[in-house]
């Protein structure tokens, strides 16, 4: 839009809102009663009028005509006169002659008819000008139905103008009054749709949406060049009112990112004469590239709550400190700007959700060197292991023991014979893993609380050494399971309450279920299991074998039983294999996997022959296609030591984008990858893996290649392309072909602590001398000249290597939203961390 277009909005608007909120004297008096003849002769080319025809007003018809009258003020602002026609007793035309025609009013633009309205239709004022505005602007403001509607005008308008988008429970409303009015001052300017359909408002992507009250998106087809690229989509999240619909255009149409040359004192900008927040991103000259695209990233999050400009602090002189890296404005008067120190965007848009913590951030920055050095020192404190600092910060919290039984040496045998499953975990009470699983394990005991031949109990090896000698425990915690007659199991996944539980209940049925009839392995495959796994639904694998495979058979028959717990297995080896293994289109030996998924079997040729190989194999075979990768079975897809091609989402994704991904993993020639997809809300820990990958978190979803067993490199998938299978594959062409640029470079080195172990035999020695080893004083001396030579040569080459690192991660910086880009990461050189030999 012209500056001069601009302008001409903003004086019409402003001159349209002071006639709506100005009563006028005498509006009745604006109410013409006409004859016919002195009507249709008076009518000009291009006004409007709304006129109704009566020979003489009937009780029926008095409310409406009262309607009619207090809507001519609100027609007159905007050209439309309101005629009551008088017709003559002998008057016996189109308008005048037909009872049915009386009931009904006429909306002409000079003497064409536009619309005829039912006198029921128009009840008050708001469906009077709603709906006389709607028939005038039919071209400004389209209806739509249907999705593909919607989606043909939005097609229509990417790359041209932009849409706004209506939805009313129902026309002749306030809200749809409201809608109009601004429609007619906007309909030039952007492109109107609106719409009543309560599935349509749903398939836009509204969160399950309030279907009973009007909603208002701003969609910014404009810059949507690619017919592929969708419209981004900015609600209005206040009542819709002309005053709020203007107000958010106005910011709509406002800059995304303002620069700032000058103090910020000065600096006005339509969010602030709206009475919105202005957030300031305090750039230099080395990192502007950075912070214009921090700035936009914020802005677009920001859109229609607050504004986001860049202040450059090569070209203002600033008497802040040196750290600070965003600067907020509030639309008070007499309110100084606050300069803060922030890590990345989310902090701002959580500072601007919650206003009480600017001022608790502000407090927190103005606290002296000394008390920043005490806060240090206390942190220091705090465990380095967050296991170890989780189970002290909980030591206080007494946990429900009284369902798990306690087992010493004289009980331990005896307990092993009441129950025909008996679960023990081994632990020691002063380890701090131990007490974290602990917890888990009260927890497993209230799930299984009632379950027959289930027993739960525990042995502290520190009080009883020799049971956990005798049971071969070598480390803790240990979890096995005691069946009579049989050798323990001894539990290696997940040490979770949901996983623990699980494994216990699957590990009730010896695995493999032997199977006498086709009718047996039909229904097992089906999930009609034994009752008592009923209600855990997991996928089933059934070997099928001949009389001629015995060795393969045995071999299964012991894979079963490593899996048992993990997998549900079953074998069928009867005469009649054949016809069961015909019905799958498989040869004995097989496999025939139902996956919980999924309603249909799967078979697959079984081609090893040891138990281990075997075991591998049922394990590749039960993951996903296209995964959602969480903390618990991430270490199952990194065994199969192949690049991941990663869906990062805020949420769940999308069908379209499901649909793709799992078409590219469906592809046999596509299966040297891992596709897979992350939620953020499911899986926090995933922001963490992306600021790793780009230093902040970029727009969602984001799709990203990353091979952590070569090079380490990561590549992300451009942000302006739809993620489609044919873009992707074309993508992963230009990977291969060595024509893409990594975003960035995992490190080589190994994951160590943030900090190096205590010496607790040398913190022994320091505080009891009686218990150090005899040495002569000459050795002594040369040991400990020794130890503190080599602490400050690791304390020298550790301060430079972090040097180094601070500046790599600056020059490797990628594109980003966080906001360490400037200061904080100078600032960060000052402080190195503080060793354990200091404490």
């Known amino acids: 839009m012209s500056a001069q277009e601009d302008r001409w909005v903003s004086s019409f608007s402003f001159l349209l809102f002071c006639a709506v909120s100005i009563p006028m004297l005498g509006s009745a008096s604006l109410l013409q009663e006409l004859s016919p003849h002195e009507y249709f002769s008076g009518l000009q080319a291009s006004k409007a009028s709304l006129a109704y025809f009566s020979h003489t007003v009937s009780p029926g018809a008095q409310p409406f005509l009262e309607q009619i009258e207090n809507s001519v003020e609100a027609l007159h602002d905007y050209g439309i006169s309101v005629v009551k026609v008088k017709c003559p007793k002998e008057?016996?035309?189109?308008?005048?002659?037909?009872?049915?025609?009386?009931?009904?009013?006429?909306?002409?633009?000079?003497?064409?008819?536009?619309?005829?309205?039912?006198?029921?239709?128009?009840?008050?004022?708001?469906?009077?000008?709603?709906?006389?505005?709607?028939?005038?602007?039919?071209?400004?403001?389209?209806?739509?139905?249907?999705?593909?509607?919607?989606?043909?005008?939005?097609?229509?308008?990417?790359?041209?103008?932009?849409?706004?988008f209506a939805y009313v429970p129902a026309t002749g409303t306030a809200e749809h009054r409201a809608v109009m009015e601004v429609a007619f001052v906007y309909g030039?300017?952007?492109?109107?749709?609106?719409?009543?359909?309560?599935?349509?408002?749903?398939?836009?992507?509204?969160?399950?949406?309030?279907?009973?009250?009007?909603?208002?998106?701003?969609?910014?087809?404009?810059?949507?060049?690619?017919?592929?690229?969708?419209?981004?989509?900015?609600?209005?999240?206040?009542?819709?009112?002309?005053?709020?619909?203007?107000?958010?255009?106005?910011?709509?149409?406002?800059?995304?990112?303002?620069?700032?040359?000058?103090?910020?004192?000065?600096?006005?900008?339509?969010?602030?004469?709206?009475?919105?927040?202005?957030?300031?991103?305090?750039?230099?000259?080395?990192?502007?590239?950075?912070?214009?695209?921090?700035?936009?990233?914020?802005?677009?999050?920001?859109?229609?709550?607050?504004?986001?400009?860049?202040?450059?602090?090569?070209?203002?002189?600033?008497?802040?400190?040196?750290?600070?890296?965003?600067?907020?404005?509030?639309?008070?008067?007499?309110?100084?700007?606050k300069y803060l120190v922030l890590e990345d965007t989310e902090e701002v848009i959580t500072l601007l959700e919650d206003k009480s913590k600017v001022k608790q951030i502000q407090e927190n920055e103005d606290e002296d060197e000394e008390d920043e050095d005490e806060k240090e020192n206390d942190n220091q404190d705090m465990q380095d292991d967050q296991v170890v600092e989780a189970v002290s910060r909980d030591k206080k919290r007494e946990l429900p023991l009284d369902q798990i039984l306690t087992l010493t040496e004289e009980t331990f045998h005896s307990a092993m014979l009441e129950a025909a499953q008996t679960v023990v975990l081994f632990y020691a009470s002063w380890e701090a893993v131990s007490l974290a699983v602990l917890q888990s394990y009260t927890e497993v005991a209230d799930h299984l609380k009632g379950t027959q031949g289930i027993l739960l109990s525990r042995v502290n090896c520190w009080d009883w050494p020799g049971v956990c000698t005798m049971e071969n425990v070598t480390q803790f915690p240990t979890i096995k399971i005691y069946k009579k007659g049989e050798q323990p199991i001894t539990y290696n996944g997940m040490l979770g309450t949901?996983?623990?539980?699980?494994?216990?209940?699957?590990?009730?049925?010896?695995?493999?279920?032997?199977?006498?009839?086709?009718?047996?392995?039909?229904?097992?495959?089906?999930?009609?299991?034994?009752?008592?796994?009923?209600?855990?639904?997991?996928?089933?694998?059934?070997?099928?074998?001949?009389?001629?495979?015995?060795?393969?058979?045995?071999?299964?028959?012991?894979?079963?039983?490593?899996?048992?717990?993990?997998?549900?297995?079953?074998?069928?080896?009867?005469?009649?294999?054949?016809?069961?293994?015909?019905?799958?289109?498989?040869?004995?030996?097989?496999?025939?996997?139902?996956?919980?998924?999924?309603?249909?079997?799967?078979?697959?040729?079984?081609?090893?022959?040891?138990?281990?190989?075997?075991?591998?194999?049922?394990?590749?075979?039960?993951?996903?296609?296209?995964?959602?990768?969480?903390?618990?079975?991430?270490?199952?897809?990194?065994?199969?030591?192949?690049?991941?091609?990663?869906?990062?989402?805020?949420?769940?994704?999308?069908?379209?984008?499901?649909?793709?991904?799992?078409?590219?993993?469906?592809?046999?020639?596509?299966?040297?990858?891992?596709?897979c997809w992350l939620n953020l809300k499911n899986t926090p820990v995933g922001r963490g893996v992306l600021k790793a990958y780009f230093a902040t978190i970029p727009s969602l979803p984001a799709l990203v290649w990353v091979n952590l067993h070569a090079g380490g490199q990561v590549f992300k998938f451009p942000s302006e392309q739809s993620i489609t299978e044919m873009n992707v594959l074309s993508w992963l062409e230009k990977l291969k072909a060595g024509l893409e640029i990594p975003s960035s470079t995992l490190s080589e080195e190994d994951w160590k602590p943030p900090l190096p172990a205590y010496n607790f035999l040398q913190m022994m020695e320091a505080a009891g001398p009686e218990f150090t080893l005899h040495t002569s004083s000459h050795q002594k001396d040369g040991q400990e000249q020794q130890q503190l030579e080599g602490s400050e040569e690791k304390a020298t080459v550790r301060e430079e290597l972090s040097e180094e690192v601070g500046v790599t991660a600056e020059k490797a910086q990628g594109p980003g939203r966080d906001l360490r880009g400037t200061a904080p990461r100078l600032a960060g050189r000052e402080k190195q961390a503080r060793r354990h030999s200091e404490l």
Not at 198 to 212: I, W, Y
Not at 286 to 298: K, N, V
Request: glycine fraction near 4%.
């Open 91 to 164: 008057d016996v035309s189109r308008y005048c002659g037909k009872e049915n025609a009386l009931r009904k009013a006429y909306l002409f633009r000079g003497n064409v008819l536009i619309r005829e309205f039912p006198t029921d239709a128009l009840f008050d004022v708001n469906s009077i000008v709603a709906n006389v505005l709607f028939a005038l602007l039919f071209n400004e403001v389209k209806y739509v139905e249907t999705l593909m509607d919607l989606q043909n005008i939005e097609n229509a308008l990417k790359g041209k103008s932009n849409m706004v």
């Open 188 to 337: 030039t300017v952007h492109q109107f749709v609106l719409t009543t359909e309560a599935t349509l408002l749903k398939d836009t992507g509204s969160k399950e949406p309030d279907v009973s009250s009007a909603q208002l998106l701003f969609c910014h087809c404009q810059q949507a060049t690619d017919l592929a690229q969708p419209c981004r989509r900015t609600p209005l999240e206040q009542d819709l009112t002309v005053l709020n619909i203007h107000r958010h255009l106005k910011l709509m149409g406002a800059p995304l990112v303002t620069e700032v040359a000058e103090d910020p004192e000065k600096v006005s900008t339509v969010h602030l004469q709206l009475g919105l927040p202005l957030v300031f991103i305090l750039s230099q000259k080395e990192t502007y590239e950075a912070d214009r695209r921090t700035a936009e990233f914020l802005a677009w999050k920001l859109l229609g709550k607050a504004g986001v400009a860049i202040l450059s602090r090569d070209r203002v002189d600033l008497n802040i400190l040196r750290q600070t890296n965003v600067a907020l404005k509030t639309p008070d008067e007499g309110v100084p700007i």
């Open 498 to 675: 949901e996983e623990l539980t699980s494994f216990i209940v699957l590990s009730q049925v010896s695995c493999p279920l032997k199977l006498a009839t086709i009718d047996e392995a039909e229904r097992y495959l089906r999930g009609e299991l034994p009752s008592e796994l009923s209600s855990y639904h997991h996928s089933l694998v059934l070997g099928v074998f001949s009389t001629a495979t015995s060795k393969v058979r045995e071999a299964f028959a012991e894979a079963g039983s490593i899996l048992s717990g993990h997998v549900t297995t079953g074998m069928y080896f009867e005469d009649d294999v054949l016809a069961l293994s015909h019905k799958y289109a498989v040869s004995p030996p097989a496999l025939l996997l139902a996956r919980s998924s999924s309603q249909s079997v799967e078979g697959i040729a079984l081609s090893k022959q040891t138990a281990q190989d075997i075991v591998q194999m049922i394990r590749y075979e039960l993951l996903d296609l296209f995964p959602e990768i969480t903390v618990q079975n991430l270490p199952h897809y990194l065994q199969l030591r192949k690049p991941f091609l990663i869906l990062f989402s805020d949420g769940d994704i999308g069908q379209t984008e499901s649909k793709e991904m799992l078409k590219l993993a469906k592809e046999k020639s596509q299966q040297t990858f891992v596709s």
